[in-house]
């Protein structure tokens, strides 16, 4: 079994800053796929980023690139999330999720059907 802890959130101010992590533990993870997803009330859960650490490539969501930055410390087994310039829009729970396979298929990155184990969120509000 797995598990993922994401810690970071907070309630903010928009044009600021924050850093979300998500510690994972117990069985070894596949390198291929950890992910970031959100969820605003009312609405569906939505990608946010995913790393691939096994080739370094990275993937995000058309609203917030140039803004968020997924990296990840191997050492740690910790995925994070940096977040700048934030926006009302950004308020939502942000969940932490990892792919168990090692796997491959074109367009899994954003799909949260191709992912195992989620964290149980963390909350970011954005103030105007």
């Known amino acids: 079994q797995v598990q993922l802890v994401e810690s970071g959130g907070g309630l903010v101010q928009a044009g600021v800053s924050l850093r979300l992590s998500c510690a994972a533990s117990?069985?070894?993870?596949?390198?291929?796929?950890m992910g970031w997803f959100r969820q605003a009330p009312g609405k569906e859960r939505e990608f946010v980023a995913a790393i691939n650490w096994s080739i370094g490539r990275t993937y995000y969501a058309d609203s917030v690139k140039g803004r968020f930055t997924i990296s990840g410390d191997n050492a740690k087994n910790t995925v994070y999330l940096q977040m700048n310039s934030l926006k009302p829009e950004d308020t939502a729970v942000y969940y932490c999720a990892a792919r168990s396979g090692s796997s491959y298929y074109s367009g899994m990155y954003y799909s949260k059907s191709a992912y195992d184990y989620w964290g149980q969120g963390t909350q970011v509000t954005v103030s105007s």
């Open positions: 117990g069985r070894t993870l596949s390198r291929i796929a």
